[in-house]
């Protein structure tokens, strides 16, 4: 069990979690996390273990990823993650998803999470699993005189709406 993350399975294996993912019947298996998390490595592995397809969200974007979701071809999406099982991997998975009328059958959040047990991103994971921490604040913190772009905000507002950490099957755990 880790403090930062209560309640959720940790998994640091690729083959540990292909045998969770391989019983279930034809999924469609999210993954989600931050930019740099070690999402699409992971999707690849996962891929290539089980034999199953799969799909990155940045190859279906138009433009410049800001505002990311709006960027998105969501028609060639859709086609591409019909035939099952299939993996998908990207940031706003579960918005993205939704606005495609999909659910995931099963949902990974990936994380770095260095030999100290603290995620890197712990302070969005934070605004997921502790959403009074942030109430009120609808935008992230200027830190150090710097004030957050749009991709941050976008994820910020994303965690405290759709809650992927806690919605997650499984937390994997990506050494930093």
């Given at each position: 069990m880790n403090q930062w993350l209560p309640g959720k399975t940790i998994i640091r294996d690729v083959a540990e979690l292909a045998g969770l993912v391989s019983v279930l019947a034809d999924p469609l298996v999210a993954i989600d996390g931050v930019d740099g998390a070690g999402k699409t490595t992971l999707a690849k592995h996962l891929s290539a273990t089980l034999g199953w397809d799969r799909v990155d969200l940045d190859d279906h974007l138009e433009g410049d990823r800001r505002p990311f979701v709006e960027q998105i071809r969501f028609d060639a999406l859709e086609k591409a993650v019909e035939p099952?099982?299939?993996i998908v991997s990207g940031i706003?998975?579960?918005?993205?998803?939704?606005?495609?009328?999909l659910r995931p059958d099963f949902l990974i959040y990936v994380v770095r999470m260095p030999s100290t047990g603290i995620p890197t991103d712990l302070d969005l994971i934070e605004r997921d699993i502790n959403p009074e921490l942030s109430e009120g604040q609808p935008m992230p913190p200027v830190v150090g005189g710097?004030?957050?772009?749009?991709?941050?905000r976008g994820l910020w507002t994303y965690m405290h709406?759709?809650?992927p950490v806690t919605a997650a099957d499984v937390v994997f755990a990506v050494p930093d």
């Open positions: 099952r099982p299939m706003h998975m579960l918005e993205v998803l939704d606005r495609v009328g710097i004030v957050p772009g749009k991709v941050t709406r759709w809650k």
